[in-house]
């Protein structure tokens, strides 16, 4: 009989390709250390992922749900005030400096750093990743240029592009110095370059 399927074991898998990925990239990842990690046969992952590839772009979409959840439940989400949203958000980024295991960085940008010339599809998936992630700043700064900087002339989805760009490389030297201090950095001068943009 054909093995029925069990949401709790694949999830399972897939959070261990994201630690396992996360800390010792793609290449360095075997099948059978995420099965090691997440507690099951290799005949259990092959019930659930053709290979590698399979269970590195279900860890990558993953990684961003788990961050987007985050970004849209945090009370930063509840400002009315464009402005000051943007300014909060930034200081989230700020605030994440100080969680456990933040200097591993950002799973998403690793895997596009070592995939995205050789496999087409972790390109696309982490392009969307970051869109998704950019547009989202980009239409708060769209709605707080409007009210502030009605005649600035930057383009709001280019400074969201600046922003992430800024955010993803402070993950990366962070990763590089295995100390979280990059990123608290970056992500407060990132703040007072907004402040200054949207200046009254």
Not at 17 to 40: F, K, N
Not at 70 to 76: A, D, N, Y
């Amino acid at each position: 009989m054909p093995r029925e399927a069990n949401p709790e074991t694949k999830e399972r898998l897939i959070q261990a390709a994201v630690a396992l990925m996360l800390r010792q990239g793609y290449a360095g990842t075997s099948v059978d250390e995420i099965c090691r990690e997440a507690g099951v046969t290799k005949g259990c992952f092959f019930h659930y992922f053709a290979g590698k590839q399979a269970v590195g772009l279900e860890a990558v979409r993953a990684f961003h749900a788990a961050r987007a959840r985050r970004m849209l439940g945090s009370p930063s989400r509840e400002i009315t005030d464009p402005r000051e949203r943007i300014l909060a958000t930034m200081g989230d980024f700020e605030a994440m400096a100080n969680e456990p295991g933040v200097e591993q960085g950002c799973l998403i940008g690793k895997l596009a750093q070592e995939l995205a010339a050789i496999d087409p599809d972790m390109k696309d998936l982490c392009v969307n990743c970051f869109g998704q992630a950019t547009e989202l700043l980009a239409q708060d700064l769209a709605a707080a240029k409007e009210t502030y900087a009605p005649r600035a002339d930057w383009e709001p989805r280019e400074v969201a592009g600046h922003c992430f760009a800024s955010l993803q490389g402070a993950l990366l030297v962070a990763r590089l110095q295995t100390q979280a201090a990059p990123i608290a950095i970056t992500a407060r001068h990132l703040r007072d370059y907004l402040k200054h943009l949207l200046a009254t």
